[in-house]
């Protein structure tokens, strides 16, 4: 027997949910591409992976950064013949949110060193459990071992994350319905009844039979007539629901507020700022704690037992995010959170230019204050000043 016979026979598998009888009976598709459409929630989804990809992933030994590692050049330069790293984590985060999953395919040299990071490109995947082994099968019939694969999974209990879209396709289809809704009533469509005809005389049947014709075959649809002749005596009035009787504002509000809800992301990054925040800083330190340092650290995790062996992890190597464009707020802020932590000797001028993406090497002199002394001397420093001050006591002392 094959080793796919075996695999299969003897392997536990999971079949995610693709779609319902619900979505096929109410002929509305919900997928990737629907919920796209809605406005908020491809902010949302675009919000959260252009913030994480734009934040520089490193390589650190007991918390140096190693940058000869070739590692760190694949998750922080180029990930692949034709990713750049940022396009890498874009991708795997926007597919994540998506799907509820994405993978790479790590790809490793003769000597066993990883070279690349391949992006898998898959409509259904199963994981499957065999000799105590877990595999994950795609939809093109390729079964991967989980240690070759990066995996970026969004929240679940089992070996795969929970599908966003299919969890929530209730919301995701009130929404589209509400967006289309809102545009039927711009073009008037949303209420059944267009407009009413009055007459001050009685037709009869052959004369009602014949306008209610004339008015379904040539004025009714986007393509029909748009001046209508009447005869003599004869009033038209229109029909048409007004923005503020459909509440359609408040729906759109709730839309964000809900999108916002099922992406775990404050309402101001789908474009709802009813709530006010005092400054930027806020803002972006809600946006970190609430949705990005959940995932930075799945993230940091996957990679760091992925792409190290385990005595380069108990040597120290690992995984981290540089997490401060996202923290330091305005220049002023910055400035004064620096001057504080180097005053307080926590921090020195190198590692705020690497903070900074500065280049390590000062071009032209710098200075700094005069009344500052390197911490290792602070000690001689005051017990000189010290002795210095209590010989001159004891000299004045003496000339009284």
Do not use: C
Request: proline content about 3%; cysteine-free.
């Amino acid at each position: 027997m094959s080793f796919f016979k075996n695999l299969l026979s003897n392997s536990v598998i999971i079949n995610p949910s693709i779609i319902s009888i619900e979505d096929i009976s109410n002929n509305t598709i919900i997928d990737a591409n629907t919920a796209l459409t809605i406005g908020a929630f491809y902010q949302g989804v675009n919000s959260i992976s252009n913030t994480i990809a734009s934040l520089p992933f490193k390589v650190f030994q007991n918390k140096e950064i190693q940058k000869k590692n070739p590692i760190h050049y694949i998750i922080k330069e180029k990930s692949n013949d034709l990713q750049t790293a940022f396009e890498f984590f874009n991708t795997m985060i926007f597919i994540m949110f998506l799907k509820g999953n994405s993978f790479a395919k790590i790809v490793r040299g003769i000597t066993g060193d990883v070279e690349q990071l391949i992006i898998i490109n898959y409509s259904t995947v199963e994981p499957i459990i065999f000799n105590n082994r877990l595999y994950f099968k795609f939809d093109k019939g390729e079964s991967i071992p989980n240690e070759d694969l990066i995996h970026f999974k969004n929240i679940g209990t089992g070996f795969l994350g929970i599908d966003p879209i299919s969890n929530f396709r209730k919301n995701i289809e009130i929404n589209l319905n509400a967006t289309s809704y809102t545009n039927q009533v711009y073009t008037g469509e949303a209420s059944s009844i267009k407009g009413s005809i009055t007459y001050d005389k009685a037709l009869n049947d052959q004369q009602r039979d014949r306008l209610r014709n004339e008015l379904s075959t040539k004025f009714s649809g986007k393509n029909g007539k748009k001046i209508l002749f009447l005869e003599d005596g004869m009033k038209l009035d229109n029909i048409n629901l007004s923005p503020e009787q459909t509440k359609f504002l408040e729906s759109r509000q709730f839309e964000k507020s809900e999108v916002a809800s099922m992406l775990n992301v404050p309402p101001f990054i789908v474009g709802d700022y009813s709530t006010t925040y005092s400054n930027i800083e806020l803002q972006n330190l809600h946006f970190y704690k609430q949705t990005l340092l959940p995932i930075i650290t799945k993230i940091e995790s996957e990679l760091k037992h992925k792409l190290f062996t385990k005595d380069e992890i108990l040597d120290g190597f690992y995984v981290k995010a540089n997490v401060e464009a996202v923290l330091r707020g305005d220049s002023k802020s910055r400035a004064e959170y620096y001057k504080e932590l180097f005053y307080l000797g926590s921090i020195t001028p190198k590692e705020i230019r690497d903070k900074e993406d500065l280049p390590t090497e000062y071009n032209g002199e710098a200075y700094i204050h005069s009344n500052l002394i390197p911490l290792g001397i602070s000690g001689e420093f005051w017990t000189g000043k010290v002795n210095k001050d209590l010989a001159k006591a004891e000299l004045d002392e003496s000339k009284t």
